[in-house]
């Protein structure tokens, strides 16, 4: 019998849930508890449906609008924000809603609002479609934020007047990527107002930083997410950047590409492992465990930094 090639197993630290997603899955869990199913929650709760899929098991019923939701019923507004139409139909209709919002997102809901209180133009640097930038978007009245999605938008945009602008940003971006398209804004609006550098949250900076730092000693970088998860997907592309000659999301282990891989690991190797902010740990151990049917696989920590966030859930749900 032939003996397994050895592979040393890289995992990221920080990786996967961050302190806004662990709240937003408390909020669900514990509204269940509470009042019992279904609990209808609008939109994907965090992007990853291995928790969606759990959370339906145990009642949750996720629906894409408000719409959808029955007379009566109990809702949770998903934690990428919703615009303010969305809580006014909820009281117009005598829902019972909670608001499963990151605190980090809400904080951005702010931002935009004072700024245009003050009388600026505001403008959003984040991903067109992205529920996340829908929600903060429809903070202020229609056409009054505009969408900055990259440098070449910066460099396009032509305001009102120029000494009256103000830049927010998604929370889920590329450090990099962001950094840019700020610094062009600044470039061209020297009285821009905004935060000190962007509004990009601390656990999408530790996970992009993380990558940063095992992926050059990977000859290839996995990133446990979902298509559709802004900070998972930011992953892949950092790992490509500094260089890392295979980088590829997987949602499960049933998605690893072995006939790619086997190449690029040739006998053996380093693999790096991450997971998005919404990509619980038990989908980690699953990719761990896939691996060590092909390889010997030995498992070390890169810890770049500690992370010790967490935010208070609603009164409500905490008595
Ligand atoms: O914003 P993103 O697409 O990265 O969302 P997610 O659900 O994957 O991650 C957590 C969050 C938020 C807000
Ligand atoms: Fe909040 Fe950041 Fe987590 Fe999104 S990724 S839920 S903004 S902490």
Redesign the pocket.
Request: proline share 4%; aromatic share 4%.
């Given at each position: 019998m032939n003996a397994k090639p050895e592979l040393t197993l890289l995992l990221a630290s920080p990786r996967g849930f961050?302190?806004?997603?662990d709240?937003?899955i408390q909020i669900v869990e514990l509204a269940l508890t509470k009042f019992g199913p279904p609990v209808y929650v609008r939109h994907e709760i965090?992007h990853n449906r291995y928790v969606v899929e759990s959370l339906e098991a145990k009642g949750a019923v996720f629906v894409e609008e408000l719409s959808e939701v029955p007379e009566g019923a109990k809702v949770i507004f998903s934690?990428?924000g919703v615009p303010k139409s969305v809580p006014a139909e909820a009281q117009s209709r005598e829902l019972f809603y909670l608001d499963a919002t990151?605190?980090?997102?809400s904080k951005v809901h702010v931002e935009a609002e004072r700024h245009h209180n003050a009388g600026l133009q505001v403008l959003l640097i984040g991903h067109a479609g992205h529920p996340?930038v829908i929600g903060t978007m429809g903070q202020l009245p229609e056409g009054a934020v505009t969408l900055i999605e990259t440098v070449a938008d910066a460099e396009a945009i032509a305001p009102a007047d120029p000494s009256k602008l103000a830049y927010i940003t998604q929370?889920?971006l590329s450090v990099d990527d962001t950094s840019a398209i700020v610094a062009t804004l600044r470039r061209r609006f020297p009285d821009i107002r905004g935060p000190h550098k962007e509004d990009i949250?601390?656990?999408?900076t530790n996970r992009q930083d993380a990558v940063k730092e095992i992926a050059p000693q990977s000859d290839a970088l996995l990133v446990i997410g979902a298509p559709n998860s802004s900070?998972s997907m930011r992953l892949v592309e950092v790992a490509e950047r500094v260089g890392c000659p295979y980088a590829a999301l997987v949602q499960r282990a049933e998605d690893i590409d072995w006939d790619a891989l086997r190449p690029v690991l040739k006998d053996g190797g380093t693999i790096g492992l991450t997971a998005g902010?919404?990509a619980p740990e038990v989908l980690v151990e699953e990719v761990i465990e896939a691996f060590r049917t092909h390889y010997d696989v030995k498992v070390e920590t890169a810890l770049i930094r500690d992370e010790a966030?967490q935010f208070k859930l609603p009164r409500v749900l905490a008595e």
């Open positions: 961050c302190a806004g997603v709240r937003a965090v934690a990428h990151c605190p980090l997102v996340e929370t889920t949250c601390y656990a999408t900070n902010a919404s966030v």
